[in-house]
Structures are given as structure tokens and as C-alpha cells.
């Protein structure tokens, strides 16, 4: 079965519990294939990323095969602003949906999801943003000072993989969830002297394992979510925190998605 999210933001949870750590967010339009069904709970495969995890049912928009097949092939829009305003024409009520999150089917201002009606201002609508460095760099500034939150995907709230996958899927391209599927992607480039504003850093922990990751600016700044989002230097070594001058984080690779 597939479904799709048609609320903001939906936690996924390691296990089947309010309770449960949040390991990642559902954004507005994402599918979702239902692996399992609980009472309450469903155990989904989010089908932009495969990232794996469970929801509240109540909050998943199950779809019939004819309709999943109908949004599937529809074109699809990405929200290239950190928070786009609109209306849930269904209830009157509004509604706000974080960057990153698909408009599927978009007709004009209108967006019809199965029975579900929104309406968005065309002004705050972005229909795709350049695939370049300079415009990576442009949509992650708007991140700045946002807090860091484990499993985040938004500007209330988002960790370093899930700041990375926003920025990179508002220029239509989508990459894995966390830093250590990351670092898969791209190509390799051999030193920070040779990185170019946009390619990706990646760092290690005291046991070699992949654990965060960043977008270069240049090859001595970095755009990160550690505390919060924030510039920082950066050199061979790694990061250089902005409030005590000591290393932070240990560099181990740099790869180029653009």
C-alpha cells in the first residue's frame, strides 16, 4: 500500500511508541510505502530516500492504487523557502509547510491530493531552484541559526544530514538520509584546497565511523548543523568552532554532487 503525507511534518519513530526516539520527519507530499500495519501505527518506507521508521496512522493519507499512480506520475514541485504559507481549502484553516516538501500535481495556485484542497500565495511559490553551487549556498543561508534537533528536517528544527538533504532536494536532487549513506554520493576530491563552494564534507568519529557532514562554502568555510546551523572555518584537520578556536569535528572526506 502507499500513502502520502499531507501535514507538515509527520515524526518517524524507531519503534511503534509516542514515546519512541524520533529518527527522522515525513515533509508535506512525500509517499510513503506501508511495510506493516499496527493499531495505532504504521511502519512506512519513506520512497524518496528509503528511510525506514514508524508513524501514527492518523497521520498518513492512505491511497488506492489507481490514485498512487495518478500522483506518482504527476509533475512535482519542491518548496525552495524555509516556510511556504497556504491554505487547507478543505477547513479554512492554514496552513504552513516547511522547505523541502513536494507539491505534486500543482494546478496554477491549487493543489488536489486525493479529496484534500490546498491553496498557496504564487508569490511565496517556487516551482525549482538552479543546480549550481552558488544557488546550494543561497538556499542554505536561509537555515542559518536554525536549532539543531536529531531527526530534524525543518527550519524549527533539523540535524546535519537532514539540513544537507533539504538543501540538496530543493535543487531536484535527491540524497540518502544520514551522513554515513551520504558520503556515498559524488565524486571524490582529494583535498580541501580543490573543493568548490556546494561539495560536501564529511566527518569522522574516534572509531572511523561517518557521523556528520556539512556544505563547503569554499575551501576554508563550511555551512553546518551543530547546535545550530552556523559558518564556520574549516581546514584539513577539520572544523574550527567559531566560539572557542578548537577543532570540533575531524574532516575524512570531501565529495562534489554538482
Same mark, same amino acid.
Given at each position: 500500500m502507499t500513502g502520502i503525507v499531507i501535514l507538515p511534518l509527520v515524526p518517524l519513530r524507531e519503534s511503534?511508541?509516542?514515546?519512541?526516539?524520533?529518527?527522522?520527519?515525513?515533509?508535506f507530499g512525500e509517499f510513503v510505502?506501508?511495510?506493516?500495519?499496527?493499531?495505532? *501505527?504504521? +511502519?512506512?518506507?519513506?520512497?524518496?530516500?528509503?528511510?525506514?521508521? *514508524?508513524?501514527?496512522?492518523?497521520?498518513?493519507?492512505?491511497?488506492?492504487?489507481?490514485?498512487?499512480l495518478q500522483l506518482t506520475s504527476s509533475n512535482l514541485s519542491c518548496v525552495c523557502i524555509p516556510l511556504l504559507e497556504g491554505e487547507d481549502l478543505s477547513s479554512g484553516d492554514k496552513l504552513t509547510l516547511p522547505g523541502g516538501s513536494k507539491l505534486v500535481g500543482m494546478n496554477g495556485i491549487e493543489l488536489k491530493i486525493d479529496n484534500n484542497n490546498f491553496l498557496f500565495d504564487p508569490i511565496l511559490l517556487h516551482q525549482g531552484a538552479e543546480k549550481s553551487g552558488e544557488c546550494l549556498i543561497s538556499?542554505?543561508?536561509?537555515?542559518? !541559526?536554525?536549532?539543531?534537533? *536529531?531527526?530534524?528536517?525543518?527550519?524549527?528544527?533539523?540535524?546535519?544530514?537532514?539540513?544537507?538533504?533539504?538543501?540538496?532536494?530543493?535543487?531536484?536532487?535527491?540524497?540518502?538520509?544520514?551522513?554515513?549513506q551520504q558520503v556515498n554520493?559524488?565524486?571524490?576530491?582529494?583535498? +580541501?584546497?580543490?573543493?568548490?563552494?556546494?561539495?560536501?564534507?564529511?566527518?569522522? !568519529?574516534?572509531?572511523?565511523?561517518?557521523?556528520?557532514?556539512?556544505?563547503?562554502l569554499s575551501s576554508h568555510q563550511i555551512i553546518h548543523a551543530s547546535g545550530w546551523v552556523k559558518i564556520e572555518s574549516i581546514d584539513s584537520?577539520?572544523?574550527?568552532?567559531?566560539?572557542?578556536?578548537?577543532?570540533?569535528?575531524?574532516?575524512?572526506?570531501?565529495?562534489?554532487? +554538482?
Open positions: 511503534d511508541s509516542e514515546r519512541s526516539e524520533m529518527t527522522s520527519q515525513l515533509l510505502e506501508i511495510l506493516e500495519t499496527r493499531e495505532r *501505527w504504521l +511502519l512506512l518506507r519513506n520512497l524518496s530516500d528509503n528511510y525506514i521508521g *514508524w508513524a501514527d496512522r492518523k497521520m498518513i493519507q492512505v491511497l488506492s492504487d489507481a490514485k498512487a538556499l542554505a543561508r536561509q537555515y542559518l !541559526n536554525a536549532p539543531y534537533l *536529531w531527526g530534524g528536517k525543518s527550519l524549527l528544527g533539523i540535524d546535519c544530514s537532514g539540513f544537507v538533504q533539504v538543501v540538496f532536494s530543493m535543487c531536484g536532487i535527491q540524497l540518502p538520509r544520514d551522513a554515513s554520493c559524488g565524486q571524490l576530491i582529494g583535498f +580541501l584546497s580543490e573543493a568548490k563552494a556546494g561539495d560536501l564534507a564529511l566527518f569522522e !568519529n574516534q572509531d572511523g565511523k561517518i557521523t556528520h557532514v556539512g556544505i563547503l584537520q577539520g572544523i574550527i568552532s567559531s566560539k572557542t578556536g578548537e577543532y570540533t569535528h575531524t574532516l575524512r572526506v570531501i565529495k562534489r554532487i +554538482l
